[in-house]
Structure formats: structure tokens, C-alpha cells
T-cell receptor
């Protein structure tokens, strides 16, 4: 069966520090992968998606970037965090059953101070 | 671009009762998918139910069912026999059928509280 992991679960970082969030998927190959951000009490905003290694599409211009160095690994990064980067970050993968369902990881809670 | 609107920020229901959550969307496309996701206090996003726009029959999953009104661009979720474990944020989401990236657009969510 397929599983999706996110690391770390929680993170507290000072303004201006770098960021690296990792997402890995097991049990499937070459999945579409997604990064979403959820502000407190709000819906999900799509940040990036990837349809394959090295292929990244950005939906929202900001100081965040994404990379896909391996088939089942998706990384969200920033060189300098802003206060507004605080939130809950969710990674998701597109199921391969043909039903176009996205399945989400457990998320990372980021607090920028 | 498509938009998804959930007009009920918060709702409550007594245990064992039925509750309906509303969702409307705006699109000029004819082929698309609609989803309801549940986010309990653990914040894990869980797929509840999905509907293909080309299917007239409303989807059902155990106690969860949808009322899909394509002409009205409405996609409501009905939860029957509500249980305490149904307490969560519920998000409606839209996906274009022909979208190469299979991206989801989410509504703002409805917070549902099931009371004992």
C-alpha cells in the first residue's frame, strides 16, 4: 500500500532563516506531487506541483521554492523565511487508480517568529 | 479560474441527527471532479467522497452522500446518523477533468461540531 511521509512534524524558525520541508511517498512510482499551505482556520492554497523528477510548477509567486530530486521525494524550501510563511504545510500525491484523488500527508506545522 | 465557495463557516448537529454542508462552485467547464475532504483535529486530510460531473447519480459512501446539482453548480454533503468522530473541518474541492496537473481548488471550509 502507498504511504506518504512529511518531515518534520513541527518547526519553529526565526525570521530570515532558511527552510527545508521534506515529503516522501512509498509504494508508488512517478506520482504527481503537491505542496499546499493552510493558514489558521482557512482552506488550502496550492503552492507547487510536480509531474516528474525535476519538473516543478509554481502556482503562487513568493519566497518559497520546490524541488523534486528523486521520483518519490518532494522538497519545499526557502532561503529567508517571512512571518507570513507561518502555517500548516501539506504534501499530497495523486492516486493512480484513475479516480484523480489526492492523498495527503500528516503535514508540517511551521511557526516563524 | 474556478472558485469554490462554502457559505457556512460553522455548523453544529446533535449526535445521530442529519446535517447538510453546502458548496457551490463556478466554472465554464463541463467535465470535472468534485470532492469532499474531512480534516479532524489531528489535521490529517481525509477523502470523504468524490463525484464525476458526467455522472448524474449522486455518490454515496456509507453515511455520507452528496446532492450534485450540475446546472446550479451546487455540491452539498449530507452526513446521516452523525457521530462524534465526524467533528472536523470539511472542505469541498474542484478539479478539472482535463487538467494535466490534476490540481485541486479548495473552498474555505466548514467547521462541523457534533454534540452529544
Amino acid at each position: 500500500s502507498q504511504t506518504i511521509h512529511q518531515w518534520p512534524a513541527t518547526l519553529v524558525q526565526p525570521v530570515g532563516s532558511p527552510l527545508s520541508l521534506e515529503c516522501t511517498v512509498e509504494g508508488t512510482s512517478n506520482p504527481n506531487l503537491y505542496w499546499y499551505r493552510q493558514a489558521a482556520g482557512r482552506g488550502l492554497q496550492l503552492l507547487f506541483y510536480s509531474v516528474g523528477i525535476g519538473q516543478i510548477s509554481s502556482e503562487v509567486p513568493q519566497n518559497l521554492s520546490a524541488s523534486r530530486p528523486q521520483d518519490r521525494q518532494f522538497i519545499l524550501s526557502s532561503k529567508k523565511l517571512l512571518l507570513s510563511d507561518s502555517g500548516f504545510y501539506l504534501c499530497a500525491w495523486l492516486g493512480t487508480s484513475g479516480y484523480n484523488e489526492q492523498f495527503f500527508g500528516p503535514g508540517t506545522r511551521l511557526t516563524v517568529l | 479560474a474556478q472558485t469554490v465557495t462554502q457559505s457556512q463557516p460553522e455548523m453544529s448537529v446533535q449526535e445521530a441527527e442529519t446535517v447538510t454542508l453546502s458548496c457551490t462552485y463556478d466554472t465554464s467547464e463541463n467535465n470535472y471532479y468534485l470532492f469532499w475532504y474531512k480534516q479532524p483535529p489531528s489535521r490529517q486530510m481525509i477523502l470523504v467522497i468524490r463525484q464525476e460531473a458526467y455522472k448524474q447519480q449522486n455518490a454515496t459512501e456509507n453515511r455520507f452522500s452528496v446532492n450534485f446539482q450540475k446546472a446550479a453548480k451546487s455540491f452539498s454533503l449530507k452526513i446521516s446518523d452523525s457521530q462524534l468522530g465526524d467533528t472536523a473541518m470539511y472542505f469541498c474541492a474542484f478539479m478539472y477533468f482535463w487538467d494535466a496537473g490534476n490540481m485541486l481548488t479548495f473552498g474555505g471550509g466548514t467547521r462541523l461540531m457534533v454534540k452529544p
